[in-house]
């Protein structure tokens, strides 16, 4: 945890967050701090957070609130039903265009400048214990990958230094603008699937964040296609428990999620979904049997005196779609594969329904930015965070390092040690890695910073 006066930034990644630290340094704010440690991301935990992802932030800038969306499209040759790996798993990546068009609208510093200071980073990077042990875990997937070699030639231990040329050579290139991405370098990435237009008609979504009033806060969370709605109806729909860690928090709180699960598979598209008919009430809901499992995604919170920053990026599942392109060290995301049936169906230029999101979280003069990795256990994730926030007064770093637990199906749940146990809780050790958290908190004149032990991160300040 780190407390401080003007500036303070959290992030899964020890080296991301050092970067993100110079750059405020450097005359950077709290956005050029997160871009740089974006970007780092992409380098340290790449099998997670990589460029050939997604980028989302909420963005709380003097009191307004705002979502920039840099979820991509599928092609024009996106399958009626994509394979959950594979190319044709893939959409364009929107990470690159989401994090300039971020950074274009509340940085100080030039992108050039930026990109320097996180590239100066990467050329000293140490493995992360994250990356290593994904490398031994997904050793098929990378055996199977055209650009997996990449990966497969990394050091073995932890804190070990190393290289990934290809990364450090699409970094450099991409220092003059997203466009040097979407148009020059695309054309090396068609591999048979994607087309030239695909990339260059992509652009990022700036929309306003959706938001509930709970108690004397306010909830402001992503809009779709990102299942932020589902976050918020799972805190609105939650009844209220005695006990931080007890069995009926967690059986309220799965009730809860059953019916927001359902909702988001119901309504959730790249479209018009009737958020306020859902958050009001006014809709009947079912009952969901359970989440699909997904690990990866990574997260990253920023703040000082003028902005706060709620910002998570993702290949989806870890090394995304298992297709690196060996020039540019791009691994695709699998986004595609989160199509589905009727609203949610696969179509040229259209987005799936997605698993990221990030919440800002506001009363009076306090501002919170907090979010997970999780993927579709983050409405259960992001709400216990906000309950232990608002139900049970905990500081920021109680919060996040509080024991967790996960819905699974039915009724059951997977526990972090320190849950009272009940009928379907299976207990796993504390720290697990139920979701690797980052927490910022704007109050009493300063700024607060927690990264979640459960990960390879760090928190700093000024």
Do not use: C
């Not at 997977?414 to 009928?423: D, N, R, T, Y």
Request: proline residues 7%; neutral net charge; without cysteine.
């Amino acid at each position: 945890m780190y407390l401080g006066k003007r500036f303070a930034i959290a992030i899964e990644s020890y080296l991301a967050t050092r970067a993100g630290y110079e750059a405020y340094k450097a005359g950077g704010n709290a956005a050029d701090a997160a871009a740089a440690a974006s970007a780092v991301l992409t380098y340290t935990l790449p099998h997670l957070g990589g460029v050939g992802g997604d980028f989302l932030a909420l963005v709380h800038d003097g009191g307004r609130t705002e979502a920039v969306l840099g979820l991509g499209w599928a092609p024009r040759r996106v399958p009626e039903a994509p394979p959950r790996r594979g190319l044709p798993s893939a959409v364009v990546p929107g990470y690159l265009a989401g994090l300039h068009e971020f950074h274009r609208r509340h940085g100080v510093l030039s992108w050039e400048r930026v990109v320097d200071i996180a590239v100066s980073f990467m050329e000293e990077a140490t493995l992360h214990p994250s990356l290593a042990s994904a490398v031994v875990k997904y050793r098929d997937v990378l055996e199977a990958d055209p650009g997996g070699g990449v990966y497969l030639s990394l050091p073995a231990a932890p804190g070990a230094p190393y290289r990934i040329e290809p990364l450090l050579r699409l970094w450099r290139a991409v220092k003059e603008g997203p466009h040097v991405f979407y148009e020059d370098i695309a054309k090396d990435l068609l591999h048979g699937y994607f087309e030239v237009e695909d990339f260059a008609r992509y652009r990022p979504e700036v929309k306003p964040p959706l938001y509930i009033t709970y108690g004397d806060w306010t909830i402001y969370e992503a809009p779709p296609p990102s299942l932020g709605f589902a976050v918020l109806l799972t805190v609105k729909l939650a009844e209220r428990a005695e006990g931080a860690f007890s069995y009926a928090r967690l059986r309220n709180t799965i009730a809860a999620l059953r019916r927001a699960h359902w909702a988001r598979d119901a309504y959730l598209h790249d479209g018009e979904v009737p958020l306020g008919d859902i958050l009001a009430g006014r809709l009947e809901l079912g009952e969901a049997e359970a989440p699909e499992p997904t690990p990866g995604t990574t997260y990253l919170a920023a703040g000082d005196g003028e902005l706060v920053v709620s910002a998570i990026q993702s290949l989806y599942y870890p090394f995304g779609s298992g297709f690196t392109d060996p020039k540019w060290g791009v691994t695709f995301n699998n986004r595609a594969s989160d199509f589905t049936k009727g609203l949610n169906k696969a179509a040229p230029w259209r987005r799936p329904a997605h698993t990221l999101s990030a919440v800002v979280m506001e009363r009076g003069g306090e501002i919170y930015a907090l979010g997970a990795s999780a993927g579709h256990y983050r409405p259960a994730i992001y709400a216990q965070l906000i309950q232990n926030i608002v139900w049970y007064g905990m500081d920021p770093r109680a919060a996040v390092w509080a024991p967790r637990f996960i819905w699974t199906g039915g009724w059951e749940a997977q526990a972090e040690e320190g849950w009272e146990k009940g009928p379907g809780v299976t207990v796993v050790k504390y720290p697990s890695r139920l979701g690797v958290a980052a927490l910022v908190a704007k109050r009493h004149g300063g700024v607060a910073a927690v990264a979640d032990i459960r990960g390879d991160g760090l928190a700093l300040g000024l």
